[in-house]
DNA sequence: GACAAATATGTTCATGTGTTCATCTAAGGG
DNA sequence: CCCTTAGATGAACACATGAACATATTTGTC
């Protein structure tokens, strides 16, 4: 068990936290395991607006868990590394006692 | 890489980072990892008051991730499992890359 | 029982957050 | 070029959230 952890890593980790804690976000993520998806395709899976999923992954983005790439007129997303389904399948085993 | 959760624990799952998406409680969380403490300590410890932090701890006990016992007039606060501590340290993880 | 100490709770207020709607930008096809 | 398609962005709005303050509750002491 370590010591307390400087205030700037507390700031970090809440703010990390607050990512993961919203559904729309985890459903993205979770859409995004299998591989790689575009923005439309996203929305339809989880039957939500464009707008909506593009808002969102933004602050993904933004958060550096997920990444994307251009290929022609869209654009794809992915999980930006594995610490993301680590987090949340850690996550789920205290959810699912 | 497991399937999709349902949607059940898709919601308890955002709601359990909603939980550490918040530098307060996380605060908390790491002060009560060396041992239990009572409600001032805890608001001493981080110059808050005793009403933010025990309407915080409600929060965290609500959730599961603390759990209380009374000793005379105090409340003793400790970590409800081990999993609190597993979950804010793989998030440190990730945060101090 | 009156009182003090330790927490809990209710209310209020300012601030954040997620979605929608409308609009804007970038890329490809004719 | 113009138009269509795929995303991004900005503004607005409704709703959630955290802290402060005041007050209530519970327990121990005299």
Same mark, same amino acid.
């Given at each position: 068990?370590?010591?307390?952890?400087?205030?700037?890593?507390?700031?970090?980790?809440?703010?990390?936290?607050?990512?993961?804690?919203?559904?729309? +976000? &985890?459903?993205?993520?979770?859409? #995004?395991?299998?591989?790689?998806?575009?923005?439309?395709? %996203?929305?339809? @899976? $989880?039957?939500?607006?464009?707008?909506?999923?593009?808002?969102?992954? +933004? &602050?993904?983005?933004?958060?550096? #868990?997920?990444?994307?790439?251009?290929?022609?007129?869209? %654009?794809?997303? @992915? $999980?930006?590394?594995?610490?993301?389904?680590?987090?949340?399948?850690?996550?789920?085993?205290?959810?699912?006692?």
């Amino acid at each position: 068990m370590k010591n307390r952890p400087k205030e700037a890593s507390i700031e970090k980790l809440a703010d990390l936290y607050k990512i993961f804690g919203d559904a729309t +976000r &985890i459903r993205i993520m979770y859409a #995004l395991m299998p591989g790689e998806m575009c923005v439309q395709d %996203i929305a339809d @899976s $989880l039957n939500m607006t464009q707008s909506a999923i593009s808002h969102q992954l +933004r &602050i993904l983005k933004t958060s550096c #868990l997920v990444k994307s790439r251009r290929e022609g007129k869209a %654009i794809i997303y @992915s $999980l930006a590394d594995t610490h993301v389904s680590t987090i949340l399948s850690q996550g789920l085993d205290h959810v699912e006692e």
